[in-house]
């Protein structure tokens, strides 16, 4: 792998306007200059400056949209394949993580409860707990990592690869309450009342989209979100029909096949997957089968109903046919996700909008004061480093709020 590596990284062209970076990554990663360290043999200051920037590099280099993000703005790949940056910075990221030293700024003695280990959570808790914050972190489930852990199947994301997160961020003095979820015994005020002078919400979106239909409750169909927690506890089948053509549709269905399911068929509503491209094909060379244009009528124990959907040239719906039955052992629903709202019935002044997405401004604060959120529960379900861009921004203007909050105690205080 190595020789492979570093035969894609002499292939950069090291571009003075780097689209890669400049259109290509969200969270702006500087993929020349990582590049360029590291065919220079300074492969732990291009890890260093991965993690500075996003410290979720070794989890984006595995699960991003790569061929729409930096490798689709490769100008190598105008001519030919574009530079393999996913596989240069997977290389230099997990070389590096187990070797950082977790650094941090002289304890400024403010308390920050961040609820949720995904993401959005981790990255704000790095970059606080590095500048002098004391931080506590909320888990509901008994391991860390969020919708990383328990919705993106191993094959996808190694789930070591977490567990050495975790024993980073107790190098950097976070602690961690697993089994813990706010809301319930727990609330924000609770929080408050202990001394956290900010909380923030980075909980994720973990409640399943229905979609509406008769059938939905029976004991043969199931939803995305919950079976890709745990899918051996799952008795699919040989035969499963997946409602939904997004990547997590796609993860379903590769699990389904890796769990002993032999005919594994992906219903989408128009011509085409919502999937990014890399999904789409590795779903197809395990096996995965797809039907397009179908609209769900219901859900029956023989399998779902369907309806043909029949579109003009420019793609608007004309017509849909009579449902007819496509049969399945099983059905798993896999149409997006939602937030639960114990945090926002347990607590005062914290506004959502009609799609129970937290409110914010521009910076990340809710409508309560001391509070911040960002991640998927602000943005809707997305993706890893989308994530980390906007918990990049929060942790920033939470900084911001703690030391003017520090600075008014402090000149308050009698001479």
């Known amino acids: 792998m190595a020789v492979h590596v570093i035969n894609e990284a002499r292939r950069c062209l090291q571009c003075k306007k780097p689209l890669c970076r400049l259109k290509g990554c969200p969270a702006q990663t500087n993929i ?28 984006c280099s595995l699960v991003c949209d790569h061929e729409a993000q930096c490798e689709g703005h490769c100008i190598q790949g105008r001519k030919g394949a574009p530079v393999q940056i996913s596989s240069i910075e997977h290389y230099i990221s997990d070389t590096y993580l187990d070797k950082v030293i977790m650094e941090h700024e002289p304890a400024k003695g403010q308390h920050v409860a ?18 002098g914050y004391d931080i506590t972190m909320f888990e509901k489930m008994d391991k860390l990592g969020g919708m990383m852990r328990y919705g993106i199947p191993d094959f996808r994301l190694p789930k070591t690869i977490l567990d050495r997160y975790q024993v980073k961020l107790q190098e950097l003095g976070i602690h961690i309450r697993p089994n813990t979820g706010i809301g319930t015994a727990l609330t924000l005020d609770t929080l408050f009342r202990d001394g956290y002078a ?21 004991g043969n169909c199931h939803f995305a979100v919950d079976y890709l927690q745990n899918p051996d506890v799952y008795q699919l089948g040989d ?3 997946v ?19 032999r005919y594994v068929t992906i219903y989408a509503r128009h011509h085409e997957v919502s999937a990014s491209r890399r999904e789409f094909e590795y779903a197809q060379a395990d096996g995965v089968e797809f039907e397009y244009n179908k609209a769900v009528d219901s859900i029956t124990p023989q399998g779902p109903m369907l309806r043909e959907r029949h579109f003009d040239e420019e793609g608007h719906l004309l017509s849909e046919d009579e449902p007819q039955l496509f049969h399945a052992d099983s059905t798993i629903i896999a149409v997006s996700q939602q937030p639960k709202d114990k945090i926002v019935r347990t607590t005062t002044g914290l506004v959502t909008n009609e799609k129970g997405l937290v409110e914010v401004d521009e910076r990340g604060a809710t409508t309560r004061e001391g509070v911040f959120s960002g991640g998927d529960v602000v943005l809707g379900p997305w993706n890893v480093v989308q994530a980390v861009k ?25 001479e």
């Open 239 to 241: 035969s499963v029909a």
């Open 114 to 131: 961040i609820i949720g280990s995904g993401p959005a959570g981790i990255t704000v808790a790095v970059k606080l707990a590095q500048r």
């Open 198 to 218: 900010a909380v923030f919400i980075g909980s994720g979106v973990w409640r399943p989209r229905l979609l509406g239909v008769r059938g939905e409750s029976l």
């Open 390 to 414: 906007d918990a990049k921004k929060v942790a920033d203007a939470m900084d911001e709020y703690l030391t003017r909050k520090r600075e008014a105690a402090s000149s308050s205080q009698p």
């Open 243 to 261: 409602i939904g053509s997004g990547n997590s549709a796609m993860d379903v269905a590769r699990t389904a096949i890796r769990k002993g399911s």
């Open 32 to 59: 020349p200059e990582m590049i360029r360290l590291f065919l220079e043999g300074n492969i732990n200051d291009a890890g260093a400056m991965l993690f500075a920037n996003n410290p979720m590099s070794v989890v």
